[in-house]
Antibody, heavy 120, light 111 residues
């Protein structure tokens, strides 16, 4: 059973960089066929795709956030990370990491999510 | 890159069937048979219910079914149960540039 767990600060100041790490257990990030994603959910709102990374390092970012998002992978630690720069209150959300299928484009495993609040 | 359109809420009585629509465009739902549906209970992570329009993952009840016609995908829940009360989101592949789009979400209420 694959499990994902987000970790990182729950409070970030405006204009700073939000940094989160997702630790994967029960499966290897280096196994092919899957991409590793960050998805966020504003309080009481819907889901927003931030981007994904493949174990090789290939990335895709949501065009609306592309200039501020960076996703990286550390296969030796079985982790991948999210950096979101120049944050504002509008970036306050629950951030989920997740695993997706490359072929069928669904997300089958999700982390529980971590609330990140942007406030001074 | 606009979200797929879903009704804000759908309700039904126990035992009834309900259908949630997910309307996109010819650039996403209408072109790709890569629509998935997710169930989310309050405070929980989303759960995959349907993928590739109509396929059910192992462990998902056969009361959940999916279909697509043109630019609109649908999720049907038959034999509605209290535990089905949750938010539901559709998601579609939208090509290599846009990649993925989620729906606006539908709150299902069991009366």
């Amino acid at each position: 059973q694959v499990q994902l767990q987000e970790s990182g600060p729950g409070l970030v100041k405006p204009s700073q960089t939000l940094s989160l790490t997702c630790t994967v257990s029960g499966g290897s990030i280096s196994s092919g066929g899957y991409y590793w994603s960050w998805i966020r959910q504003h309080p009481g709102k819907g889901l927003e795709w931030l981007g994904y990374i493949y174990y090789s390092g290939t990335t895709y970012y949501n065009p609306s956030l592309k200039s501020r998002v960076t996703i990286s992978v550390d296969t030796s630690k079985n982790q991948f990370s999210l950096n979101l720069s120049s944050v504002t209150a509008a970036d306050t959300a629950v951030y989920h990491c997740a695993r997706g299928s490359l072929d069928s484009n669904y997300v089958d495993y999700w982390g529980q999510g971590t609330l990140v609040t942007v406030s001074s | 890159q606009s979200a797929l359109t879903q009704p804000a809420s759908v309700s039904g009585s126990p035992g009834q069937s309900i259908t949630i629509s997910c309307t996109g465009t010819s650039s996403d739902v209408g072109t790709y048979n890569l629509v998935s549906w997710y169930q989310q209970h309050p405070g929980k992570a989303p759960k995959l219910m349907i993928y590739e329009v109509s396929k059910r993952p192992s462990g998902v009840s056969n009361r959940f079914s999916g279909s697509k016609s043109g630019n609109t995908a649908s999720l049907t829940i038959s034999g509605l149960q209290a535990e089905d009360e949750a938010d539901y989101y559709c998601c579609s592949y939208a090509g290599s540039n846009t990649f993925k789009i989620f729906g606006t979400g539908t709150k299902v209420t069991v009366l």
